[in-house]
């Protein structure tokens, strides 16, 4: 693992800051009192968090003399350290000023240290198991890469192993066959790349796609739609999902977003639960007509990313 960025929030000198880790960075430059041993710091914070999943060491924690001062040697609400890998899983570590209500109130939602672990603990697992030489190629070697048209069949074909697999109980065989033929085909997809403005990216091993994400605009301004995350069942609890959640979130702020909106059916409980440990929250809930005698029965659920 390779760190791609560090995001430092009220955290000593800084209100805010993000700091690139371009691959052939090797030093920092600035004047005395700039920061540069506080970004260091930061850093030091963040890989310690994968110190302390790791046996009988329990890593370094956040300080309080690490909050920030106002101008009026008032500590801020809260300090924060964010870090996202080359392989875009993101984690954080936050420290409250005090357990006050009103403090509490002023901190925003972050991932915390939730999708470290998802990509750590299957390594940390099957080296302490003597199984190291065994792992997982989506541990070892899972890069997500942009779908082309060309591409589109095999986002297909998975999509129907995906389906098939997962939503018996959920929905029935029917609507499966139906929402499949209707979400689908290659003419669907390549219409919404073409014309909708929509993106697909592959989660791959080796050259074999596992899964895949699709995502556009939606009505509002600065908002993006999840339209479509999936991952092959028998790689749930590896931490690939999360990792291709927040590839996407990284992509949608690059892309100027502010807001990531989906739908997910309300009979789908470990989806529902994944999308929370995400960060996002159920804002509505929806019934729609898609015609054949079915209806999708959805929760919309949303994170905001501006933070």
């Known amino acids: 693992m390779?760190?791609?960025?560090?995001?430092?929030?009220?955290?000593?000198?800084?209100?805010?800051?993000e700091v690139p880790l371009h691959d052939r960075l090797t030093v920092l430059v600035g004047n005395n009192g700039a920061g540069k041993t506080a970004?260091?710091?930061?850093?030091?914070?963040?890989?310690?968090?994968?110190?302390?999943?790791?046996?009988?060491?329990?890593?370094?924690?956040?300080?309080?003399?690490?909050?920030?001062?106002?101008?009026?040697?008032?500590?801020?609400?809260?300090?924060?350290?964010?870090?996202e890998s080359t392989g875009g899983v993101i984690w954080s570590r936050t420290r409250k000023r005090d357990n006050s209500r009103q403090t509490i109130e002023q901190i925003p939602d972050a991932s915390g240290d939730k999708?470290?672990?998802?990509?750590?603990?299957?390594i940390v697992n099957a080296v302490a198991e003597g199984k190291n030489e065994e792992l997982h190629d989506s541990v070892v070697r899972g890069q997500i890469?942009?779908?082309?048209?060309?591409?589109?069949?095999?986002?297909?074909?998975?999509?129907?192993?995906?389906?098939?697999?997962?939503?018996?109980?959920?929905?029935?065989?029917?609507?499966?066959?139906?929402?499949?033929?209707?979400m689908y085909s290659l003419d669907v997809l390549r219409d919404e790349i073409r014309s909708q403005?929509?993106?697909?990216?592959?989660?791959?091993?080796?050259?074999?796609?596992?899964?895949?994400?699709?995502?556009?605009?939606a009505a509002e301004p600065a908002v993006m739609k999840l339209y479509k995350l999936y991952l092959l069942p028998e790689l749930h609890g590896?931490?690939?999902?999360?990792?291709?959640?927040?590839?996407?979130?990284?992509?949608?702020?690059?892309?100027?977003?502010?807001?990531?909106?989906?739908?997910?059916?309300k009979r789908n409980?470990?989806?529902?639960?994944?999308?929370q440990r995400n960060g996002f929250v159920i804002a509505d809930s929806v019934v729609t007509d898609i015609g054949g005698g079915f209806v999708m029965d959805d929760y919309i659920m949303t994170k905001d990313l501006s933070a």
């Open 2 to 17: 390779k760190l791609r960025l560090i995001k430092l929030t009220n955290f000593r000198c800084f209100e805010k800051v």
């Open 39 to 83: 970004v260091l710091d930061g850093i030091g914070y963040a890989l310690a968090r994968i110190l302390s999943r790791l046996p009988d060491i329990p890593g370094k924690e956040l300080r309080r003399d690490d909050i920030r001062l106002t101008g009026k040697r008032i500590s801020s609400p809260y300090v924060r350290v964010e870090a």
């Open 115 to 122: 999708p470290l672990y998802e990509y750590l603990d299957p």
């Open 145 to 182: 890469i942009r779908a082309t048209e060309a591409d589109l069949p095999a986002i297909s074909k998975l999509a129907g192993v995906i389906w098939r697999a997962c939503y018996p109980g959920i929905i029935t065989t029917e609507q499966i066959d139906y929402m499949l033929a209707r």
């Open 197 to 217: 403005g929509i993106r697909y990216d592959q989660l791959m091993v080796g050259d074999q796609p596992v899964g895949f994400a699709s995502y556009g605009p």
């Open 238 to 265: 590896r931490g690939l999902g999360s990792r291709l959640l927040q590839h996407v979130q990284h992509e949608v702020r690059v892309g100027g977003g502010r807001r990531l909106i989906l739908s997910v059916n």
């Open 269 to 275: 409980a470990k989806g529902i639960a994944a999308y």
